[in-house]
């Protein structure tokens, strides 16, 4: 097998070339629509809001960042506009059950006139009460039912009177009530030594009389309450005709505007009854600015609770709303009811019932975001109580755990009919999915969103309509073309890969923006190539401290990385350092030792709780190459130990498997492997070398310590060639590579990575399954056969010399390994 030959430096780097984008500037692009980069979810939205059943509410799956809200926005502008038109809902006080207030629904529109005309209403009938009461004419009128009332009593007791004087008996009219006494001479009343003088029948006679005028007066005073209550029955409808004709007419001015609204001419029947009922409760109730907050919110009869409470009012025109909760506490969803405090107690009324986002979304559509719903205490299950139920009923936390002990207010729940979309991580969507019963029956759409579109000339001149779409939204100034090409390179390096290009909005913004910055410091009139060139070093000028820190540990000798000479056992790994919305990576010493044992391979991270379940795999994948490859005809008597040297933290993916198997072979076979390379890339068991993640920063981290020491022209990295499509390198380092002081080798399989490392042919069998000798898997094989033959001489009976002659073997100790062309994904 022949080493590798170097990549080219055009394989490196997938330039945009400014004139196949055929615009100057961004100023002469038309608007591009972001649901074009997102065909299947802008169809899968377009189904989920075009299907009336229920359940089918919206789930947007994507990155952050990637235009998940403009995209739903844009969509929801053009969707408000069709459908049934929302209601207006009001709030208003139930005359028959005080704290269960009433809900009304009206049109759009005309839920404020309502609000209106009674409050209008209420400003009337105050003043119109106060002189209905304090007319003369009813005055009159009251007081002459009083006199009535007050000379039929007098009457009554004179007639009484007439009577007992008749039989004998006065009836007297003291402080402490109506007393009878014996007359004499039919004038003047008897005393006590009179009457005990008059004859005995006499007294019998007189006390007979006054006993019947005693029941009869007792009669007379149990008629006086039922001709009181009479009385007042009689001054109540006095007031409830007066309150008609003072007030009649102006509710009368109000039923025609709403004939075709039973609900509303229900409410307006009920105002005016309870009205004439309430009449001198209405009277001596405060009122008006004197005492607002008493009137409003005590509870007590006042004209205020004539008034209506528009809940949710929208626009007369029958556009839809969209809604967007940033902060869907449970309240902020449902409603919720405020409280006053008033003379030490909480008290509510219908007028302090708020709407919340499910309200007013109400004939709509509500946009929220997933993980901030299920971030509030009962706010997911509250939102999934109102879709399930399909009605609003506004609920208090307090009530939810049991603190609430004042009464509350029950208003009349909201019927509800809306869209509601989520937006979420795709992290989310599927543990709701498999966690949560409930969410596949109400959520039956979901929107998956691209994370990258491929990067052809239709999508790149799209990418360009997006670039300016982006600049205007932002009023940023116009861009030139090449400008535009550089964003588009950056948008493949995002995306990691050259020929896809990210769909991630946010980073684009930003580094919009900030070369506009460097654009107006240089008052151009176009945002420049050189501007974004400018953006982008100051973004990794702002990030690079650590990176920076890694390096001079490097440079100093404190952490030990070799770019010069030869050593068995020993290879630089590549290790990606995540930091935020950028990585860098660094060069990491990887080692492996070699022993006589009983085939296993122990991974030093793993026994010290340092390394992930990821890495461990890849080890095990190592020990099951080496005996699937080597141990056909001899059992693996070895022991060996692999290690990240001077790793002191976690270490997790596989992507430096490659690396531990070429220093565990070199270990084995004895051969140095050349410092002034650096490998990465996983392996699986036949070999074969798959794709890995944070290429582009493992490169650039060694070519950075390989720079900075000088390069010679022996440095360079050997990466998978399943990661070459993948490759959007730094301009120096692409340079470095066409100047032939650098070097980027593509492998296939470990035999190639060895070759390239140790400078030793891998050695392939022959037909015979003959290896040739000299090879790295002749000397690994022809040591595994001296560790087997120690092994066996140190468990015999007798222990034999080490001291003996190599046999060296003549035939492949096993199968050849399987042709490169396998694949998988590296960590």
């Known amino acids: 097998m022949r080493p590798s030959a170097a990549l080219p430096a055009e394989a490196l780097y997938t330039p945009c070339n400014p004139a196949d984008l055929d615009f100057s500037s961004t100023e002469t692009l038309p608007e591009l629509d972001i649901a074009s980069l997102h065909s299947r979810a802008a169809e899968a939205l377009h189904l989920g809001l075009d299907m009336g059943h229920r359940g089918y509410n919206l789930f ?128 003047e009343t008897l005393s006590q030594e009179e009457f005990a003088q ?193 009605e609003v009923r506004i609920e208090s936390l307090s009530e939810l755990i049991g603190f609430s002990s004042t009464l509350q207010l029950e208003p009349q729940p909201v019927p509800l009919d809306l869209k509601v979309v989520l937006i979420g991580e795709r992290t989310i969507y599927y543990l709701l999915a498999e966690l949560d019963p409930d969410f596949p029956a109400l959520f039956k759409i979901g929107a998956d969103m691209e994370s990258e579109v491929e990067r052809n000339p239709a999508n790149t001149l799209l990418y360009a ?109 590549l290790a990606v350092v995540p930091l935020g919305d950028s990585s860098f990576a660094h060069p990491v010493r990887i080692t492996a030792t070699v022993r006589m044992g009983e085939g296993e391979v122990i991974d030093i991270e793993r026994e010290v709780d340092l390394g992930g379940p990821i890495h461990t795999k890849g080890v095990l994948i190592l020990s099951s190459f080496l005996a699937a490859r080597f141990g056909w005809n001899m059992p693996l008597s070895l022991r060996a130990s692999l290690v990240f040297e001077q790793s002191y933290g976690g270490v997790e993916g596989d992507s430096a498997s490659l690396a531990e198997l070429a220093a565990l072979l070199s270990a084995l076979s004895g051969l140095p492997i050349r410092q002034s390379l650096a490998v990465t890339g996983s392996v699986n068991q036949f070999g074969v070398v798959q794709p890995v993640g944070g290429i582009n920063e493992k490169i650039e981290g060694f070519f950075d310590i390989c720079a900075a020491r000088g390069l010679t022209g022996e440095q360079g990295v050997l990466i998978p060639r399943a990661n070459v499509c993948h490759l959007m390198l730094r301009q120096e380092v692409v340079a470095a590579v066409a100047a032939g002081s650098f070097h980027v080798w593509a492998v296939e399989d470990i035999d190639g990575a060895m070759e390239l490392l140790t400078g030793v042919p891998a050695g392939e069998p022959d037909a015979e399954g003959v290896i040739p000798e000299g090879s790295v898997n002749y000397l690994i094989a022809l040591q595994l056969s001296e560790l087997a033959q120690m092994r066996q001489s140190y468990g015999g009976p007798k222990r034999r010399s080490r001291h003996r002659k190599k046999a060296a073997p003549k035939k492949a100790p096993g199968k050849p390994p399987v042709p490169a062309g396998g694949s998988g994904q590296g960590g």
């Open 60 to 187: 947007v799956l994507g990155d952050s960042g990637s235009g998940r809200h403009a995209m739903v926005d844009e969509l929801l502008k053009a969707e408000r506009r069709n459908g049934q038109p929302p209601s207006d809902w009001c709030y208003v006080h139930n005359f028959a059950a005080g704290a269960q207030a009433r809900l009304l629904r009206l049109p759009c529109g005309r839920g404020a006139h309502l609000r209106d005309d009674m409050q209008g209403f209420v400003e009337e009938i105050a003043p119109a009460i106060a002189a209905t009461f304090e007319s003369d004419q009813y005055r009159a009128r009251i007081e002459s039912m009083q006199e009535e009332e007050k000379e039929r009593e007098e009457t009554a007791l004179r007639h009484l009177g007439h009577e007992s004087a008749t039989a004998g008996v006065a009836l007297l009219r003291t402080p402490q009530g109506f007393v009878f006494a014996p007359l004499k001479n039919g004038e």
């Open 198 to 390: 008059l004859p005995e029948e006499r007294q019998k006679e007189l006390g007979s009389q006054m006993e019947l005028a005693h029941e009869k007066l007792h009669k007379l005073m149990n008629e006086f309450p039922r001709w009181r209550r009479d009385l007042q029955n009689r001054i109540k409808e006095a007031s409830r005709e007066a309150l008609g004709l003072a007030v009649g007419h102006l509710m009368e001015e109000l039923r025609p505007r709403y004939a075709d609204l039973p609900e509303v001419l229900e409410f307006l029947d009920a105002a005016l009854h309870d009205i004439l009922e309430s009449g001198e409760s209405l009277r001596e109730s405060p009122h008006g600015d004197e005492d607002g907050e008493t009137t409003v919110y005590s509870g007590a009869i006042s004209v205020q609770r004539y008034l209506v409470n528009l809940l949710v009012e929208n626009p007369a025109d029958g556009e839809r709303p969209v809604v967007y909760e940033d902060h869907p506490t449970l309240q902020n969803l449902v409603g919720r009811i405020e409280h006053m405090v008033h003379m030490g107690t909480l008290v509510s009324n219908f007028t302090l019932i708020k709407a919340g986002a499910l309200q007013r979304a109400n004939g709509g559509f509500l946009v929220l975001d997933a993980a901030k719903v299920l971030s509030q205490p009962y706010a997911w299950e509250g939102l999934k109580r109102a879709l399930l139920s399909g």
């Open 465 to 573: 309509r997006l670039i300016a779409s982006l600049a205007r939204r932002e009023g940023l100034r116009p861009l030139s073309a090449a400008a535009v090409a550089r964003i588009v390179e950056h948008a493949a390096r995002l995306a990691s890969d050259a020929q896809r290009l990210t769909t991630q909005t946010q980073p684009l913004d930003d580094l919009m923006r900030e070369a506009e910055h460097f654009a107006v410091a240089d008052q151009a009139p176009l945002i420049g190539r050189e501007h974004v060139e400018a953006a982008l070093a100051a973004h990794r000028r702002r990030h690079e401290r650590i990176r920076e820190r890694y390096q001079e540990e490097i440079l100093r000798g404190q952490w030990l990385v070799a770019t010069t000479g030869v050593h068995i056992g020993q290879i630089n790994g």
